[in-house]
């Protein structure tokens, strides 16, 4: 008896755990008790332009799914960061420091979504407009999300970020929050099939997928380019499953995404991690 209660309090106390995981999800990171050795030192500008691609389209490819899925809370990366379009999709945790006249009160920390490429400028020192020359890490915001760590008129300021999940391989994992489940767009034609996988949750960042149709066993495709997935198949008139791998090691297996007359052009949408 008494070990079966000492396994009830156990229970218990993890449950409560990952329950306060979720109610302070959105809170400053020092109530976390994180170490500032777990962030990583970057600077941060934004973009004053109204149609930037940023909030638009974004060199991952996302077109329309950028500003439904990720919208203002989105990032440019620079080449160290951005990873040859491997990162895009990746959620960073961002936060304003050491800047007494730019930084908000308090280091408020967002979190955004990596779509598009901050490309350097070799021609230009660091200090004079090359910072997103390699090896920089370096973060462009839009104006929207750089003020909710910043003063506005601050043109460049130095930030520390996180990727998600915080802590990894921890039992309670914080993940990027997205509305409704992972989507599929489908193109390509005849025996080639591309898929760009988009509104990702865990740590938003695809390193791996699979594909099954009701005749056939799983199937891994190749990464083209950022989210971009591909492979010389032809599934057409079967029901399509996906597994997707996020870089936090969770796997998604989510079956019949697509029915059987799905077509070239079209999103299915599958489950969430």
């Given at each position: 008896?008494?070990?079966?209660?000492?396994?009830?309090?156990?229970c218990l106390i993890l449950l409560s755990s990952c329950l306060l995981v979720v109610v302070w999800a959105g809170d400053?990171?020092?109530?976390?008790?994180?170490?500032?050795?777990?962030?990583?030192?970057?600077?941060a500008t934004f973009t004053k332009e109204t149609n930037d691609s940023i909030t638009t389209e974004g060199a991952c490819g996302y077109g329309n799914f950028h500003k439904t899925s990720y919208g203002e809370f989105s990032a440019?990366?620079?080449?160290?960061?951005?990873?040859?379009?491997?990162?895009?999709?990746?959620?960073?945790?961002?936060?304003?420091?050491d800047h007494i006249l730019y930084c908000l009160?308090?280091?408020?920390?967002?979190?955004?979504?990596?779509?598009?490429?901050?490309?350097?400028?070799?021609?230009?020192?660091?200090e004079y407009g090359g910072r997103c020359n390699?090896?920089?890490?370096?973060?462009?915001?839009?104006?929207?999300?750089f003020v909710e760590i910043a003063e506005r008129r601050a043109e460049i300021v130095p930030v520390q970020y996180r990727r998600l999940?915080?802590?990894?391989?921890?039992?309670?994992?914080?993940?990027?929050?997205?509305?409704?489940?992972?989507?599929?767009?489908?193109?390509?034609?005849?025996?080639y099939l591309q898929v760009?996988?988009?509104?990702?949750?865990?740590d938003g960042e695809v390193v791996g997928v699979k594909i099954k149709g009701t005749k056939t066993g799983w199937m891994p495709l190749a990464r083209n380019w950022g989210q971009y997935w591909q492979g010389c198949i032809d599934l057409k008139g079967q029901p399509l499953s996906f597994e997707v791998v996020a870089s936090?090691?969770?796997?998604?297996?989510?079956?019949?995404?697509?029915?059987?007359?799905?077509?070239?052009?079209?999103?299915?949408?599958?489950?969430?991690?």
């Open positions: 008896m008494g070990v079966r209660l000492q396994a009830t309090a156990m400053d990171d020092d109530d976390w008790g994180f170490s500032d050795e777990e962030w990583r030192s970057a600077t440019g990366l620079s080449t160290a960061l951005f990873n040859k379009g491997s990162t895009c999709g990746g959620c960073f945790k961002v936060r304003c420091v009160s308090g280091s408020p920390s967002i979190v955004v979504t990596a779509t598009d490429f901050c490309p350097p400028n070799y021609g230009l020192s660091t390699f090896p920089q890490e370096h973060i462009e915001l839009s104006e929207a999300a999940p915080d802590r990894p391989g921890a039992m309670c994992r914080v993940s990027c929050y997205r509305r409704g489940g992972v989507r599929f767009t489908l193109t390509g034609n005849g025996n760009l996988i988009t509104n990702v949750g865990s936090s090691g969770a796997l998604l297996t989510t079956y019949n995404v697509a029915p059987a007359n799905w077509q070239f052009g079209q999103t299915y949408e599958g489950k969430q991690f």
